[in-house]
């Protein structure tokens, strides 16, 4: 695992960083695959992310859009992290449909839902069961208390590792997210964190030793290339 942390200086340089980043991966991916696969992450701190990828003239037909985690809402709740994307970045391009997959949420019944999404990745990567495909670049957050993706302190999806997708749960509330392992299988993961709320995860996180159950972004060590960029007001207790 080849670790890099960052420390930008401002909310604006964040986006600007991360764009460049996935942009310069972008590239890199379609010169040699052909495609360039990319999982999102909800929550507000993205978002500015996305719209600043729809800016771009990209090629579309390429780019192949997944989510690491999402609620367990209709995609056009106001908590869908699937509309967010939409409404800042996938509708205002011309990426085709067929591009843009979506977590299932329709099932009433999240295990089915987390098993067709897994069966769906597997069709498109070729993979068999108990392979980790490989994604281009997961993007991810973390929150106050540590999680990233659905993956919650002291859950039973922090157990899960021997598949893609399983059923997170916030308070009670189902959620389908990526499996660590499945996190950990990418070329790139980059963790896109603001606000000085997060600088008591951020301690324990990047504490020498800490418990992963109860710090779950402690457990993203993936094969390839590990990003924290931070704005100043995140990293400012960071040591040196």
Request: aromatic share 8%; glycine share 6%.
């Amino acid at each position: 695992m080849n670790k890099t942390v960052e420390v930008l200086p401002d909310q604006s340089a964040l986006v600007a960083r991360s764009l460049d980043l996935i942009l310069t991966k972008l590239d890199t991916a379609i010169k040699e695959q052909g495609k360039f696969t990319i999982a999102l992450s909800g929550g507000s701190t993205p978002k500015p992310l996305y719209e600043a990828i729809a800016q771009q003239q990209l090629p579309w037909d390429k780019i192949h859009v997944f989510w690491g985690d999402e609620r367990y809402v209709p995609p056009n709740h106001p908590d869908s992290n699937e509309l967010m994307a939409r409404r800042a970045w996938l509708d205002r391009v011309d990426i085709p449909a067929a591009n843009i997959h979506a977590v299932p949420t329709l099932d009433n019944d999240p295990g089915r839902s987390a098993a067709k999404y897994e069966q769906h990745l597997q069709a498109f990567f070729q993979s068999a069961p108990g392979e980790f495909p490989a994604l281009d670049v997961v993007l991810l957050g973390i929150g106050d208390d540590a999680h990233t993706a659905s993956l919650f302190p002291h859950t039973e999806a922090l157990k899960v590792s021997d598949r893609l997708i399983t059923v997170g749960n916030k308070d009670g509330n189902p959620r389908i997210t990526f499996t660590y392992p499945f996190i950990n299988a990418a070329r790139t993961v980059i963790f896109v964190v603001a606000g000085a709320n997060k600088r008591p995860a951020l301690a324990q996180i990047f504490a020498p030793e800490a418990d992963e159950s109860t710090y779950p972004s402690r457990l993203i060590k993936p094969q390839g290339e590990l990003l924290w960029l931070l704005d100043a007001a995140a990293g400012a207790e960071l040591p040196a």
